[in-house]
């Protein structure tokens, strides 16, 4: 019987190319669907002929704690017409430290930005969430 592998979900790292601080507390998003083309055939009652169709990506979203401008200043520059895809990794790392599964985002781009809830009575860090679209990924 194969080996089989269980990852901890927080053993996980996010690269953006050109981006040097990439540090989050939460990735989530990392989803492919495939959707599905119904078709009536004329005369034939029983059921529908069901086809596969386009693929859609889901938007993957980061939180993080208040870091560096680097990832603001990328999603204000979007805003104002200055779209620069970048490339994304989502690598999971294992227990001997080393990255064991790596998630390719091609050409993503932010979408989206969410700033901190301030509160003063709350004893939690402020953590700023962005979101991003993106072309394609691959899994390696």
């Not at 989803?31 to 529908?48: A, D, L, P, Y």
């Not at 690598?91 to 001997?96: D, K, N, P, S, V």
């Not at 993503?108 to 953590?127: D, M, Y």
Request: some cysteine.
């Amino acid at each position: 019987m194969p080996k089989r592998n269980v990852y901890s979900a927080y053993r996980f790292w996010v690269e953006i190319d050109g981006l040097m601080e990439a540090a989050f507390s939460e990735c989530s998003g990392l989803q492919i669907e495939t959707e599905v083309v119904e078709w009536e055939e004329g005369g034939e009652n029983r059921f529908r002929h069901r086809f596969p169709g386009r693929v859609k990506y889901a938007s993957i979203v980061l939180k993080r704690g208040i870091a560096n401008l680097d990832l603001w200043n990328w999603y204000v520059d979007v805003a104002n017409g200055k779209i620069q895809r970048q490339n994304l990794s989502v690598a999971l790392y294992g227990y001997a430290g080393a990255p064991e599964m790596r998630w390719n985002l091609i050409k993503a781009l932010p979408v989206k930005w969410v700033g901190p809830t301030f509160k003063s009575s709350a004893s939690e860090a402020a953590v700023e969430t962005l979101e991003l679209i993106y072309e394609s990924i691959e899994r390696v």
